[in-house]
């Protein structure tokens, strides 16, 4: 079952769920008019590494990612973010066993804002990068979005990304979201995020938080 969300509460509540073919939910996303950053605003001017790496510290251990030549657009935002300190101090707020674990949402650094996670993000979207050969394999850093019906074009949200758990669950997906990087070390560190007990909304009971994501240089 594919999740999807709209601005309109009604139509939210009409199309929150819709088909999949193994019962997981589709990452998911919409942007909101939180100001961040601006498309193509550049968060400092130091040159970009051909396929950067960077450490995700979380509370349950360090995940380490390298991102893709391949998918130059989602590289660099996920750089500029990184670098500008956007992701520190998030949650894991959509964590599925078997599937996959989804952050990058500011609402998750605000207080009382459980209600609007899995709805923010940098008020702009980034043009799908779907690039043949790429797939679901555990560990593979994708960019969560909005669904089809509303997003034809399958844009990627700024921020929200999800790290694959398992490559079976989430191979139903290959082709419909951007893959733009790869776990290299932390796998374990996944495997014991997607474990966590989570609630009804797929919210981990004990908050799982990203603490940093600091670039690694050779």
Not at 73 to 88: C, E, I, P, W
Not at 157 to 167: A, D, T
């Amino acid at each position: 079952m594919k999740r999807i969300l709209t601005l309109s509460l009604i139509v939210t509540m009409a199309l929150f769920f819709s088909g999949c073919k193994n019962g997981n939910k589709a990452p998911k996303d919409i942007n909101t008019d939180q100001p961040s950053f601006s498309q193509g605003e550049t968060a400092e001017p130091e040159e970009i590494a051909e396929e950067p790496v960077f450490k995700i510290s979380t509370t349950k251990g360090d995940i380490v990612v390298k991102l893709y030549k391949e998918t130059p657009l989602h590289r660099d935002n996920f750089v500029k973010l990184a670098r500008s300190g956007y992701y520190d101090g998030m949650l894991f707020h959509r964590v599925i066993k078997n599937f996959m674990i989804q952050g990058g949402d500011p609402f998750t650094k605000q207080e009382g804002k459980e209600a609007q996670y899995g709805t923010g993000g940098p008020n702009y979207t980034i043009p799908a990068e779907i690039v043949p050969g790429k797939t679901h394999k555990k560990g593979a850093l994708a960019a969560a979005r909005r669904g089809d019906n509303v997003n034809p074009e399958k844009a990627s949200s700024g921020s929200q990304f999800y790290l694959v758990q398992s490559e079976e669950g989430c191979k139903h997906l290959d082709g419909e979201y951007t893959i733009f990087g790869e776990t290299i070390s932390g796998l374990d560190v996944i495997d014991k995020i997607a474990a966590v007990q989570t609630n009804n909304r797929n919210l981990p009971l004990e908050p799982v938080k990203i603490i940093s994501v600091k670039e690694v240089k050779e």
